[in-house]
């Protein structure tokens, strides 16, 4: 989908660009990064409604690279005019406007919001609209389906609790796309002018995605608490575990990204180590609450990627699963 100029209309990209981009592709993420630069530059009308953290960013991350961005909108207004200012040719409106003016129109709202805005606007033909929720499923966007409008989804896989971090952030991240042609295209072509890494994802699928997402987000945190929990019940202060922690966990992370997953496993249960892993046991055990049962859960989770290690043998394995089972001791 590109801008046809002097009209402000889109239309299909033709020629070996759409060759390439058959409907019904399943494209891995090295090919699809080579179908966006096959797409090249695409000129059109861009506005976002939802100014938040997420919103903000992408925004001013397009308008860097040379898109359009011609209309933000907001629930409050200074900071939407606030977000204008810092974008060429940008200005602040009201929802309804900013719609009127783009070609295509970014929702980048909270996902219990989508549904009830998209209902709320008066959309056309020739015009696409885009949400950026990880988890909700294009069916929110059908009242600007049934006016003609093409529908997708596009889901900077990033966190965004610092806008100016999450700027710099996106550049080797991954996005979420989900669209038929010829949005997707367009979709895909915007990735690769920020630099993102495209995947696709198949109809139906975002709610899945999204929660195997949080698992490498915000459910690290919960990692990270619960080892602050168990320091701090044994006597350490908690201001000094978290910058004790971290340099372990990034290594960690650094270890899985040049390793992978099972050539990153280190610890007890990467030696077989029972001994170990039962004095964890007993100890986490003893300070009561869900400790033990927490360790428990991951651990088994470790088995699957010591075996695929292959630096385990068979009886090493079972003998730690019988230990987390319960049915021996140390």
Known sequence: MQLVRGTGRLSSIRGPAALGAAEGLRTSMAESHKLAKNIGAIVMRIAFIGIGRLGQTLARALAQQGQNI?????????????????????????PQQALDAADLVFLSVPDDAIEALTSSLNWRANQAVVHCSGATDLQVLQSARAAGAQVGGFHPLQIFSDPERAAVLLRGSSVAIDAEQPLRNTLLALANGLQMNPLILPAGSRAAYHAGASFAASLMLSLL??????????????????????????????????????????GPVSRGDVGVVAKHLQALDALGGAHGDFYRELTRRQLSLAQRSGRLNPEALARLQRLLDGQISE
């Open 70 to 94: 011609v209309a933000v909108a907001g629930r409050a207004t200074a900071p939407a005019v606030a977000l204008a200012q810092q974008i060429p040719h940008c200005q602040a409106m009201m």
């Open 225 to 266: 608490d619960e080892a602050v929990q168990v320091w701090s019940a044994i006597g350490l202060p908690e201001d000094a575990a978290l910058p004790a922690l971290m340099p372990l966990a990034m290594g960690t992370l650094q270890a899985a990204q040049s390793r992978g997953l099972s050539g990153a496993l280190a």
